[in-house]
């Protein structure tokens, strides 16, 4: 009956485990910002996931050596419980597609959605690491003053390395940006610096764009940033998130030019800072669609 | 005027001119307007009522578009 009776050192590295993953989940929460439509639900559902995602990464190796086995078929049913999250999440952002003026299209919320059940992975990862390296230490050190601050040590770096692992690259990596001036030609026709972007009819709204738009060239730095850039996905996601960001008064557009693969954009803005717009751009996440392209055309080459 | 459709094709919902010769029979709504400022007027209303895009083609012909 005694076996039966969790040990006070078990939960204890237990506990250092579920600490060590919940903090996990509360640091990259920050990241979600641009996920989700409602901020206190959005931190809730998240920490709710992390802290069982935690629990279930802390108690797998305490588990494993009592030989409950049956308890480690729960990572299983975990991993499921995350794809069904990140299916919800996916279905969520697609319903709102139509609510967005300018949609983020389904690269950029794939990407989201695959996002957000990764970094479940993540505090399961290193809750597991946590609690198991409490045990090595253990089998070393018998004080716990020791055990504690080594085991979180260990997490807290197995985080930290998982986190930069999974964190991706943003299109300042790939790319410049310069800003252009808006101008008519042909009466009607909309040019960001040499480059044509679209037709506009009335001049009431050819003065409001002058006015108050902006025009900026985005240059990629070489051959395969051109494919890149060229991605429908990634230009969804560049028009969504400076839309989202500045809001737009009236237009938002993109154009590529075929010659050099330069993206031009324009937008009214409800917020003309160019300043801002550029940071904007230059922290929108390259997406993961557009890097298989990529590595297929090297593999190519 | 964000392209962002699934389809790229998008309709004449009606066509604004001020030449009386560029008016052809067809399926799309036709209206003559006196001079600029009425075309753009005209052209600039029925955006509105039809919640369509504004063209203004290098013949001076508009045309509104769905959005």
Redesign the interface.
Known sequence: MEKQILQSFVLLHIVLGVIVGFISRWWMLRGDIRQYPTLPNGYLINLTTGFIAASIGAVAYPALLAKNYVAVTFLTVAIQQFRDIRKMEKETLESLETENYAPRGKSYIDGIAKTFEARNYIVMISSFVTTISAFIVRSFIKNNFLIIPISLLIGFIVLFFLKNYTKGHTLRDILTITEAPLEFKDGSNLYVGNMYVMNVGLSATQTRILKNGIGIIMKPIGENEKVMLNHSGQRKAIVHECSRLLGVERYIETRRNFDNGNLALVIVPMIKDITRLKEIIYDIPILEMTKKTNDKKKRDD | ????KESSTRSILAIVTIDEKLIIHSGVPTFLAKDKDTQ?KI??EL?RTLSG????L?N?T??ITQE
Do not use: D, F, L, V
Request: hydrophobic share 45%; no cysteine; net charge neutral.
């Open positions: 005027m964000i392209n962002m753009e052209s600039s955006g895009n504004i063209y203004k290098a001076g508009i045309i």
